[in-house]
C-alpha cells in the first residue's frame, strides 16, 4: 500500500476510490500498486459526475467526499464533490477555477497536509470563537452585576482579540508529513 493511501486511511478516510478516463487494465494496476479501495475505468467527464453523484447518494451524511484532479475533464467533477481539490502546478485553469483547494505543486503527498492544515486551522478557529465567547461572556456578566466597568470592558474586548490572533498563529506551524 502507498504510504499516502496508507496516511489518508489512518486520518479515518473509510474509501479510497479512483475515477479515471484510463483503461480498466491500467486503472486497476495503479490502483493495485496504491492500495485504494475502488476503481472505476473508462469514464468520460459525465460519467465521472455521474459516479460522484452515486457515491455521494451511498455516502454517509456524516462524512465528506473529497475529489483530487488536475484535467480539464475533472473541472465538473471537483465542482460537485463536497471539496474539489486540483492539483495546480500543471493543472488546467478550468480544474483550478473549480475547486476549493489547489495545491500548487503535483505532489500527491500535498493532499496529506492540505487536510492536516484544514483540521488544525478548523480547531484553531473553534478554539478561539470559544475562548473569545466565554470571556465576552463573564465580562457581560460581570458589567450587568456591577463588577466590570465600561473601561474594563473594552480592555477584555481588545485582550481577547490579541489573544484570538496570537492562537491564531498557530496554524502557521502545522506539521507538514
Not at 484544514?118 to 456591577?146: C, D, H, W
Not at 482579540?161 to 507538514?176: G, P, W, Y
Amino acid at each position: 500500500m502507498d504510504n499516502r493511501i496508507k496516511k489518508l486511511k489512518e486520518m479515518g478516510m473509510e474509501k479510497i476510490v479512483m475515477l479515471t478516463g484510463d483503461s480498466k487494465l491500467i486503472g486497476e494496476k495503479v490502483a493495485r500498486q496504491l492500495g485504494i479501495d475502488n476503481v472505476y475505468s473508462e469514464l468520460l467527464p459525465s460519467e465521472k459526475v455521474d459516479k460522484i453523484e452515486e457515491l455521494l447518494n451511498k455516502s454517509p451524511k456524516s462524512g465528506n467526499l473529497i475529489f483530487v484532479g488536475d484535467g480539464i475533464n475533472d473541472a465538473p467533477v471537483l465542482a460537485r464533490a463536497d471539496i474539489g481539490m486540483a492539483m495546480g502546478a500543471l493543472g488546467s485553469d478550468a480544474a483550478i477555477e473549480a475547486a476549493d483547494i489547489v495545491i500548487m505543486t503535483d505532489e500527491p503527498s500535498k493532499v496529506v497536509t492540505a487536510i492536516n492544515i484544514a483540521k488544525r486551522t478548523l480547531l484553531i478557529a473553534k478554539q478561539n470563537i470559544v475562548f473569545a465567547l466565554g470571556v465576552k461572556l463573564i465580562v457581560l456578566i460581570m458589567g450587568a452585576l456591577g463588577y466590570a466597568t465600561m473601561w474594563e470592558a473594552v480592555f477584555a474586548d481588545v485582550g481577547v482579540s490579541v489573544i484570538a490572533i496570537l492562537n491564531a498563529m498557530r496554524a502557521l506551524n502545522t506539521k507538514k508529513y
